[in-house]
Structures are given as structure tokens and as C-alpha cells.
């Protein structure tokens, strides 16, 4: 992907034709809010009604803005081929209010900070700043907003990154200034400079999800393999896709999944794996999620298989939203699965530990599982009387791994304080 596609990004297709049509709502609003000043005291009512549509507005935003980093962080050459209402509506996702929310919260902590002491506020503006692309990159690679307050995924952003997270840093800062000096600097409004801000805000966005994508495999980003340029792959016949998606519904329809999952299987296998993650988002929307589970239990050993851990568990997490019974195939799949789990996940660690003797009938595992399940019970669940249960198996029944340094250390820590 070239320099120059990137910069036309935003012009393109159906995404250029909302930008145009957000950038003149953007600028009404902007000149009617600039217009009620002259009325000081219809101000009040004005602005007050005017704040409905402006928060409309910037949420289609910075939703479209944040599908399109998602878009190019997964390879894509073209734009978003089909934009759905409900996919950046502010009043179907919530997410950007709750960003808005964040954002007003940190500055309200910056503003608090100067009261204090100026040299306190400029160190507390250095950390926010040098922390808050790492957390909304988070929360928009993930689109869940408590996932950006995790400590482990925010730090495994930025390590993943290495020295091009200041290239991600600066993309989404200059996307982010952009629109807020035509909004709050800039007076009265010129619609050329909103126009022209509008576009640099997506752009912004772009870029940081290019840099996403040059550093996919730190970040275990799913990425359209027949656009990554590492790989040489063989290119799909579209014809064969749709005639194999038929056989699978019919298939599927007259409850032979089995026999569906086979054939899926053996398609998959004579491309060398190279679709996976194709097929698997084409089955996100398919009629029967007994193929998609099916289809998940396999592509999870291949993504470990290829290290690519992190995607693994984001898979494994969505199929227990599907089904709670969903398990990985193999014990030892499981825990390396829960081990990159972030603390957010907690219910479903909880729930793959809570059944691991059950899902895995005599693991040589099993011991490791009761321990980790202690370790989660206690730092993200506050449960030392479970904790101190599961430790008293592990005594009782492998006294041998009992006497690990490790586990005398935690169960000590454990009845000192319960």
C-alpha cells in the first residue's frame, strides 16, 4: 500500500461521501454556534439545543473515523465497501460517549493539576499524554471500553508497537487537533477549514492503522493474509467461495454440520490455510454458529500454532459468547490461551478454569489449572476462600507440586491475609 493511497483514504468511495456530508453538518453547527453569541440572552437556549445534533455529529465521527483505522490496520487496499448506520451511529454504539467521557475526565485532572502546581500539571499532561493513544488504540482495536484500563493489553499495545508507537501517538494527535482548532480556536468557522480539518482527522486515523498493520505480528492483529506482503498465497476463485458457501448451507440445513465442517476443512486445506480468516468472518454472518464454532475449534491450534496468541484468545472469547460450553482442544492449548487473557476477561477465565477437569478428563494439567484458578480468584475476584479450597486440593492430591517455591509463596500470602 503506497503513501499516496493512504492520503486519498478519506476521499474515496462511500467513506468520502460521508466525510463530505459530516464536514458541512460540522460546519452548520459550528456557524450556529458562533451565530448565537450575538444573542446573549437566547444563548443559553440555543447552545443547549444545538448540543443534541453536535454530539450526533462528532460520535458519526469519530465511529467512522475508528472503523476506518480498523479497516487499514486489517490489510485493506480499498475503503470500507459498505458503511451500515449501526456500525457508527453514536445512538446504536456507545463507545465514543464514553470516550468523550474519558477525555472530558483527564482534562478536568489536568485543569485540577495546574490549580496545584504548573510544574504538576506539565508532568501529569506528559504521562496522559504519552499513555493515551496506547488506550484508545485498545478500546477501538477491541471496541470495548473497559479493556483500555487494563494495565497488561495497554503495556502489551505499546511493547507490540516498540518505537512506531510515536508514529501512532502523532497520527491520531494530529487527526485529534485538527478538528478541535476549526471547533474551539478557529471563530468565526470557514468551511474550507473544516473541510480540510475533517480530512486530516480521518487521515489521522488511517495512518495510525497503517502503523498497526506494519506491526501486525507483535500485535497479533487478524490481517487479510492475501494482502500481507510476507506471504505468497494463491488467489481465491470468488466463484468456488460462493459455491462452497451454498453446499454449507445446505448442508447445515438438513443438520449434517459435521459433514459441512469437513468440507470447509478440506477447502482450507487445499489453500494452505491461507483463508482462514476469511472464512471465518464469512461465517460470522452465516445461518447455523454450530459451523463457525466448529470452524473455531480448528483455526485455534492453527493460530497458536503460528504464535499468534493474542488473536486466539479474541476468538476463543467470542465463541464463549456463542456458546459457554466452548473449549479449546487440547488442555495445554487452553492455558497458553488464558495466560495472554487480560484482567478485563475474568469471567471467562473463571469459566475455562471453574470446568478444566471436566473439559480435559485427566490432564497432566490439572494442577497448574487449580493453581491459576487460585491466582485469578484472589487478584481479580477477591475470592481467598476459593483461593484457599483450591489450594488445599493441590496440597491433598499433588503434594509433589505442593512444594514448588512458587506455590509455598502464594499459599502463604494467601492465609496470612484471608
Same mark, same amino acid.
Given at each position: 500500500?503506497? *503513501?499516496g493511497w493512504?492520503?486519498?483514504?478519506?476521499?474515496?468511495?462511500?467513506?468520502g461521501?460521508?466525510?463530505?456530508?459530516l464536514?458541512?453538518?460540522?460546519y452548520l453547527?459550528?456557524?450556529a454556534f458562533?451565530?448565537?453569541?450575538?444573542?446573549?440572552?437566547?444563548? #443559553?437556549?440555543?447552545?443547549s439545543?444545538?448540543?443534541?445534533?453536535?454530539?450526533?455529529?462528532?460520535?458519526?465521527?469519530?465511529?467512522?473515523?475508528?472503523?476506518?483505522l480498523?479497516?487499514?490496520?486489517?490489510?485493506?487496499?480499498?475503503?470500507?465497501?459498505?458503511?451500515?448506520?449501526?456500525?457508527?451511529? &453514536?445512538?446504536?454504539?456507545?463507545?465514543?460517549?464514553?470516550?468523550?467521557?474519558?477525555?472530558l475526565?483527564?482534562a478536568?485532572m489536568?485543569?485540577?493539576?495546574?490549580s496545584?502546581?504548573?510544574?504538576?500539571?506539565?508532568?501529569?499532561?506528559?504521562?496522559?499524554?504519552?499513555?493515551?493513544?496506547?488506550?484508545?488504540?485498545?478500546i477501538?482495536?477491541?471496541?470495548?471500553?473497559?479493556?483500555?484500563?487494563?494495565?497488561?493489553?495497554?503495556?502489551?499495545?505499546v511493547?507490540?508497537?516498540?518505537?512506531?508507537y510515536?508514529t501512532?501517538?502523532?497520527?491520531?494527535?494530529?487527526?485529534?487537533?485538527?478538528?478541535?482548532?476549526v471547533?474551539?480556536?478557529?471563530?468565526? &468557522?470557514?468551511?474550507?477549514?473544516?473541510l480540510i480539518?475533517?480530512?486530516?482527522?480521518?487521515?489521522?486515523?488511517?495512518?495510525?492503522?497503517?502503523?498497526?498493520?506494519? %506491526?501486525?505480528?507483535?500485535?497479533s492483529?487478524?490481517?487479510?493474509?492475501?494482502?500481507? &506482503?510476507?506471504?505468497?498465497? $494463491?488467489?481465491?476463485?470468488?466463484?468456488?467461495?460462493?459455491?462452497?458457501?451454498?453446499?454449507?448451507?445446505?448442508?447445515?440445513?438438513v443438520?449434517?454440520?459435521?459433514?459441512?465442517?469437513?468440507?470447509?476443512?478440506?477447502? *482450507?486445506?487445499?489453500?494452505n490455510?491461507?483463508?482462514? $480468516?476469511?472464512m471465518?468472518?464469512?461465517?460470522?454472518v452465516?445461518?447455523?454458529n454450530? #459451523?463457525?464454532?466448529?470452524?473455531?475449534?480448528?483455526?485455534?491450534?492453527?493460530l497458536l500454532?503460528?504464535?499468534?496468541t493474542?488473536r486466539?484468545? *479474541?476468538? *476463543?472469547?467470542?465463541?464463549?459468547?456463542i456458546?459457554?460450553?466452548?473449549?479449546?482442544?487440547?488442555?495445554?492449548?487452553a492455558?497458553?490461551?488464558?495466560?495472554?487473557a487480560?484482567s478485563?476477561?475474568?469471567?471467562?477465565v473463571d469459566?475455562?478454569?471453574?470446568?478444566?477437569? %471436566?473439559a480435559?478428563?485427566?490432564?497432566?494439567r490439572?494442577?497448574?489449572?487449580?493453581?491459576?484458578?487460585a491466582?485469578?480468584?484472589?487478584?481479580?475476584?477477591?475470592?481467598a476462600?476459593?483461593a484457599l479450597?483450591? #489450594?488445599g486440593?493441590?496440597?491433598? $492430591?499433588?503434594p509433589?507440586w505442593?512444594?514448588? &517455591?512458587?506455590?509455598?509463596s502464594?499459599?502463604?500470602?494467601?492465609?496470612?491475609?484471608?
Amino acid at each position: 500500500m503506497s *503513501l499516496g493511497w493512504l492520503f486519498l483514504y478519506p476521499l474515496r468511495g462511500q467513506g468520502g461521501a460521508l466525510l463530505l456530508i459530516l464536514a458541512v453538518g460540522l460546519y452548520l453547527l459550528l456557524a450556529a454556534f458562533d451565530w448565537s453569541r450575538e444573542y446573549d440572552t437566547a444563548n #443559553l437556549l440555543i447552545q443547549s439545543f444545538l448540543a443534541v445534533p453536535s454530539i450526533i455529529v462528532v460520535g458519526l465521527f469519530q465511529h467512522y473515523a475508528w472503523a476506518s483505522l480498523r479497516h487499514v490496520a486489517a490489510g485493506h487496499t480499498q475503503t470500507i465497501r459498505s458503511i451500515e448506520i449501526e456500525e457508527v451511529s &453514536p445512538l446504536a454504539n456507545y463507545l465514543a460517549f464514553k470516550v468523550a467521557l474519558l477525555l472530558l475526565g483527564f482534562a478536568g485532572m489536568v485543569a485540577w493539576c495546574y490549580s496545584i502546581s504548573g510544574l504538576f500539571g506539565t508532568g501529569v499532561v506528559i504521562a496522559i499524554g504519552g499513555v493515551l493513544p496506547a488506550v484508545l488504540g485498545v478500546i477501538v482495536l477491541d471496541e470495548r471500553f473497559l479493556d483500555g484500563f487494563d494495565p497488561e493489553q495497554v503495556t502489551r499495545f505499546v511493547t507490540g508497537l516498540g518505537p512506531a508507537y510515536i508514529t501512532f501517538a502523532l497520527s491520531i494527535y494530529g487527526g485529534m487537533a485538527s478538528l478541535y482548532v476549526v471547533s474551539f480556536v478557529m471563530s468565526p &468557522p470557514n468551511v474550507v477549514a473544516v473541510l480540510i480539518a475533517s480530512y486530516m482527522f480521518v487521515l489521522g486515523h488511517a495512518l495510525a492503522g497503517r502503523v498497526l498493520y506494519v %506491526r501486525r505480528d507483535r500485535l497479533s492483529l487478524a490481517t487479510l493474509p492475501e494482502l500481507d &506482503p510476507e506471504r505468497v498465497v $494463491e488467489e481465491v476463485d470468488t466463484a468456488a467461495v460462493d459455491a462452497l458457501m451454498v453446499d454449507l448451507h445446505r448442508l447445515c440445513g438438513v443438520d449434517h454440520v459435521d459433514r459441512a465442517g469437513k468440507l470447509l476443512e478440506r477447502f *482450507l486445506r487445499d489453500g494452505n490455510y491461507s483463508f482462514d $480468516e476469511q472464512m471465518h468472518q464469512r461465517l460470522q454472518v452465516f445461518h447455523d454458529n454450530r #459451523l463457525l464454532l466448529e470452524h473455531s475449534w480448528h483455526y485455534l491450534d492453527r493460530l497458536l500454532a503460528a504464535n499468534k496468541t493474542l488473536r486466539g484468545w *479474541l476468538l *476463543l472469547r467470542n465463541a464463549l459468547d456463542i456458546d459457554p460450553l466452548f473449549r479449546p482442544g487440547t488442555a495445554a492449548a487452553a492455558m497458553a490461551l488464558i495466560a495472554v487473557a487480560p484482567s478485563a476477561d475474568t469471567r471467562y477465565v473463571d469459566t475455562l478454569l471453574g470446568d478444566f477437569e %471436566r473439559a480435559y478428563p485427566g490432564s497432566e494439567r490439572l494442577p497448574e489449572a487449580l493453581f491459576e484458578h487460585a491466582r485469578w480468584s484472589v487478584t481479580q475476584l477477591g475470592r481467598a476462600d476459593r483461593a484457599l479450597e483450591l #489450594l488445599g486440593r493441590i496440597e491433598r $492430591e499433588f503434594p509433589e507440586w505442593a512444594e514448588h &517455591p512458587e506455590f509455598r509463596s502464594f499459599s502463604e500470602r494467601v492465609r496470612r491475609h484471608a
